[in-house]
């Protein structure tokens, strides 16, 4: 069964590096998400992705988050500069396409230190 | 803005107990309702969904029906499973599309023999 896959599964950083989150969304899906949870928290919507754009995102994802779809299969998020309070599990999602499932990928928890 | 408000948990339970877990929602129109569940280690899964009121969704045992008049989308299982211990999230999501998902803080539970 295709499935959504993050890398790595744990990163640990220091407080200020940068960090680049990786996914690989399912091969005929369209949509792309991140999302964030940080530990005892809701789940977050930070960020959609469509046809190599931005399509929506809140008001948690600033100027230090960007995404990225650099070759067609991966889809990343890159925190510029981390900060204590970016400590969270990261999750990717994918849709084939809007008012679909979103299957999403087991999580990247992200320790920043 | 759109909220989701889950029971606390953990819940615990013995294995063919009834269960429930409580989710009350705020938004504007008409949302769609999920269930999503995260199994030890695993990503998110959809465990079912209601697009309209009064529709019920159901899925390897659990329902949960989407109640305009309450604002609730309680999710039912008649006899639990030792398989059944993960997070449960409650989440909605705007009119005809999977996207922007809404979560709540999800509801631990856990079923002994």
């Known amino acids: 069964e295709p499935e959504v896959t993050q890398t790595p599964s744990h990163q640990v950083t220091q407080m200020g590096q940068e960090v680049i989150l990786r996914c690989v969304p399912i091969?005929?899906?369209?949509?792309f998400y991140w999302y964030r949870q940080i530990l005892g928290q809701k789940v977050e919507f930070l960020v959609s992705?469509?046809?190599?754009?931005?399509?929506?995102k809140s008001e948690i994802f600033d100027d230090q988050f960007s995404v990225e779809r650099p070759d067609g299969s991966n889809f990343t998020l890159k925190i510029r500069s981390t900060k204590l309070e970016d400590s969270a599990m990261y999750f990717c999602a994918s849709s084939e396409a809007t008012g679909t499932e979103a299957f999403f990928g087991q999580g990247t928890r992200l320790t920043v230190v | 803005g759109n909220s989701v408000t889950q029971m606390e948990g953990p819940v615990t339970l013995s294995e063919e107990a009834f269960l429930t877990i409580n989710c009350t929602y705020t938004?504007?129109?008409?949302?769609?309702l999920f269930w999503y569940v995260q199994y030890p280690g695993e990503g998110l899964q959809l465990l079912l969904k209601a697009t309209k009121a009064d529709d019920k969704g159901s899925n390897k045992g659990f329902e949960a029906t989407y109640r305009k008049e309450t604002t609730s989308f309680h999710l039912e299982k008649g006899s639990v499973q030792v398989s059944d211990s993960a997070v449960y999230f409650c989440a909605l999501s705007r009119a005809g599309t999977a996207s922007k998902l809404t979560f709540g803080t999800g509801t631990r539970l856990q079923v002994t023999l």
């Open positions: 992705f469509y046809n190599n754009e931005i399509s929506e």
């Open positions: 091969s005929n899906h369209l949509y």
């Open positions: 938004a504007t129109g008409y949302p769609s």
